[in-house]
């Protein structure tokens, strides 16, 4: 099949995204209603967020370990492909680790079942970088290797992967995931991360000119601007069936920086921009983490390329912080 003719196909789909007022789920709410059209896409979440525009078109509330509102939902709209992004990430996992296992692992077992039972056709659903652990190469950390992850969202996310392979591999479901660094992004708040940092620096360089950094200035985590994450994200939706090659997760990356290398890319727009240190239980979880993934394997599957560096993203997010703040 040629490559428009499969893009027209998916475009015929209906998606329910679950957790869609989430940091990621909002602007990938946004960007598929842009491409499908607004009511060809189904926003959902918990409760309803303080953005507007995912309810900018069919909007259900719903707890994304509830199987039966999740079935009335898929069977009232016709849903062909489910965007699985309601979790609890890293930092919140490690206060609330039974209940962050619960909603990171019920939700996709319920999603991987729907899809084997053929109510759905296709899956995406978001894994980490936390699935790496502080024994996981550090530097190119690559696609196979050493896991080990010591944190209760990194192992839910490990398992979830291979969850994920299983299915794929035992009934054909058609799952796609990938492994997002710390995503960076002015319109939602990211709520429970260790990279949470990297957004919270640029709001408060903008609107207090001061900032207390949670790690250490010398922390280097893979980070992504919010546009790369997402066109990755509905590129491999979009990409042929036979060449996801990996089931379990892709490595996904763009740049990698330190809170000094961005205090110091801030400083160069907020002179008197000012940062203090004062780490917390997430500079462990920041230290279990890989530095720089190597994502080989997404750019040569399905043509993976990022478009931002830590310059342009830092223009990028602090004009649009000043413009919404007018
Ligand atoms: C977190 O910090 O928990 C997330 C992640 C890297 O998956 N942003």
């Known amino acids: 099949m040629r490559q428009s003719e499969n893009i027209l196909l998916k475009m015929a789909e209906t998606i329910l995204i679950l957790g869609a007022c989430g940091q990621i789920g909002t602007e990938l709410s946004q960007s598929l209603r842009e491409i499908h059209g607004r009511d060809k896409v189904i926003a959902s979440d918990i409760r309803y967020g303080e953005d507007t525009f995912v309810k900018e078109g069919p909007f259900e509330i719903i707890d994304a370990t509830d199987r039966d509102t999740i079935v009335k939902v898929i069977q009232k709209h016709n849903v062909s492909q489910v965007y699985l992004m309601a979790a ?18 019920n939700s996709l077992l319920i999603i991987l079942e729907l899809a084997k ?31 080990n992850p010591t944190t209760v969202y990194g192992m839910s996310k490990l398992a979830g992967e291979h969850w994920c392979n299983y299915y794929h591999n035992k009934f054909g479901v058609d799952v796609r995931s990938l492994r997002y660094p710390g995503i960076i992004s002015w319109k939602t708040k990211p709520g429970g991360g260790t990279t949470d940092y990297a957004v919270d620096i640029y709001f408060k360089a903008v609107e207090e000119g001061k900032y207390e950094c949670f790690l250490e200035e010398n922390t280097m985590l893979p980070m992504m601007y919010m546009k ?10 979009e990409a042929k069936s036979e060449d996801i090659k990996v089931r379990t997760s892709y490595n996904l990356a763009a740049i990698s920086f330190t809170p000094e290398q961005i205090t110091a890319e801030i400083k160069k727009h907020i002179e008197n921009f000012e940062v203090s240190y004062k780490p917390d239980f997430r500079q462990d ?21 990022h478009e931002f560096d830590l310059e342009s993203m830092t223009k990028e997010m602090l004009k649009n912080i000043q413009s919404s703040m007018i």
């Open 117 to 147: 039972e053929k109510l759905i056709d296709t899956i995406y659903w978001p894994s980490s970088i936390a699935v790496f652990g502080p024994s996981s190469p550090k530097v190119n950390t690559p696609q196979d290797t050493i896991m």
């Open 88 to 105: 609890m990430l890293s930092a919140t996992a490690e206060k609330h680790p039974q209940k962050a296992w619960d909603l990171n692992m």
């Open 285 to 305: 979880i920041a230290n279990s983490w890989p530095q720089i993934i190597d994502d080989s394997k997404a750019r040569e599957d399905w043509n993976w390329s």
């Open 228 to 237: 790369d994450a997402i066109d990755a994200t509905i590129n491999i939706m």
